[in-house]
């Protein structure tokens, strides 16, 4: 994966008052399907601009076009967050369109290897996992920073997994939870350097939610979306940053 070029960052400066919903635009990753879709609808109810982030353009019409049935601003944008020159041409377009970008969800994931063992576990499964679940995040979210401080407000939520949490049980989906845990740490980092500048960012476990990754059973999309959607909107006052949630209540790392 290589570096992301993105605008110049500007020294840090306040946090400014929070916008109104309708004059928030947002952008979720992975959004044509499953939990992304469900956060895209929601996040469109409250009346943002929603930037529908899918790897395969016409799935991301066709998602759009649903949700603008029922009213939301959706836009589709093509967006695979391992590829360095999507992210770059989707900079330049939420730049150019917008000026601003007020919300990141990091939804998309991959790589639920609920069968494989850590100590026979085939190594470019995990390197895939990390690529996408870790590193498409992180250059994302680097890439779009600037769009945020510019207005001193921005609100970043990584879609992670209880799985992913240091004490939990279990051996299975051994590159999952790894790359999971890594973007755990990786929150806690980039919560700690913005403290204070306006932008929160916080980690977020769904939950097992019933969705083509994780199958039949779980809980409701749209439960488990809220939880993500709170995070989004979260006030400026008081402050919650660098927390890992389920359900609105933290949970351990």
Same mark, same amino acid.
Request: proline share 5%.
């Given at each position: 994966?290589?570096?992301?070029?993105?605008?110049?960052?500007?020294?840090?400066?306040?946090?400014?008052?929070?916008?109104?919903?309708?004059?928030?635009?947002?952008?979720?990753?992975?959004?044509?399907?499953?939990?992304?879709?469900?956060?895209?609808?929601?996040?469109?109810?409250?009346?943002?601009?929603?930037?529908?982030?899918?790897?395969?353009?016409? !799935?991301?019409?066709?998602?759009?076009?649903?949700?603008?049935?029922?009213?939301? !601003?959706? %836009?589709?944008?093509?967006?695979?967050?391992?590829?360095?020159?999507?992210?770059?041409?989707?900079?330049?377009?939420?730049?150019?369109?917008?000026?601003?970008?007020? %919300?990141?969800?990091? $939804?998309?994931?991959?790589?639920?290897?609920?069968?494989?063992?850590?100590?026979?576990?085939?190594?470019? %499964?995990?390197?895939?996992?990390?690529?996408? $679940?870790?590193?498409?995040?992180?250059?994302?979210?680097?890439?779009?920073?600037?769009?945020?401080?510019?207005?001193?407000?921005?609100?970043?939520?990584?879609?992670?997994?209880?799985?992913?949490?240091?004490?939990?049980?279990?051996?299975?989906?051994?590159?999952?939870?790894?790359?999971?845990? !890594?973007? $755990?740490?990786?929150? #806690?980092?980039?919560?700690?350097?913005?403290?204070?500048?306006? %932008?929160?960012?916080?980690?977020?476990?769904?939950?097992?939610?019933?969705?083509?990754?994780?199958?039949?059973?779980?809980?409701?999309?749209?439960?488990?979306?809220?939880?993500?959607?709170?995070?989004?909107?979260?006030?400026?006052?008081?402050?919650? $940053?660098?927390?890992?949630? #389920?359900? #609105?209540?933290?949970?351990?790392?």
């Amino acid at each position: 994966m290589n570096a992301v070029t993105f605008p110049g960052r500007p020294h840090r400066r306040r946090e400014a008052p929070d916008p109104e919903p309708s004059q928030r635009v947002a952008l979720v990753s992975g959004g044509n399907r499953g939990l992304g879709f469900e956060v895209s609808r929601q996040l469109a109810q409250l009346g943002m601009t929603v930037l529908l982030g899918a790897r395969r353009p016409l !799935a991301g019409e066709k998602a759009a076009r649903q949700l603008r049935r029922e009213g939301g !601003a959706v %836009i589709p944008v093509k967006l695979d967050v391992t590829l360095t020159r999507d992210i770059e041409e989707l900079v330049a377009r939420i730049d150019a369109d917008y000026g601003r970008l007020d %919300i990141l969800v990091n $939804n998309a994931g991959a790589y639920f290897d609920i069968d494989s063992q850590a100590s026979s576990v085939d190594l470019g %499964i995990v390197r895939q996992a990390l690529e996408t $679940n870790l590193l498409g995040a992180w250059q994302l979210t680097e890439a779009m920073l600037p769009l945020m401080q510019r207005h001193g407000y921005g609100r970043i939520v990584n879609v992670s997994s209880g799985c992913g949490a240091m004490d939990s049980e279990g051996t299975g989906c051994p590159a999952y939870r790894v790359s999971k845990a !890594a973007l $755990n740490s990786h929150t #806690r980092l980039l919560a700690g350097e913005l403290a204070g500048t306006g %932008i929160l960012v916080n980690a977020v476990c769904p939950g097992w939610v019933a969705t083509d990754m994780g199958g039949h059973g779980g809980r409701p999309v749209a439960d488990g979306a809220a939880g993500i959607v709170w995070a989004a909107t979260l006030p400026s006052r008081p402050a919650v $940053n660098g927390g890992f949630f #389920r359900d #609105r209540q933290r949970i351990d790392w």
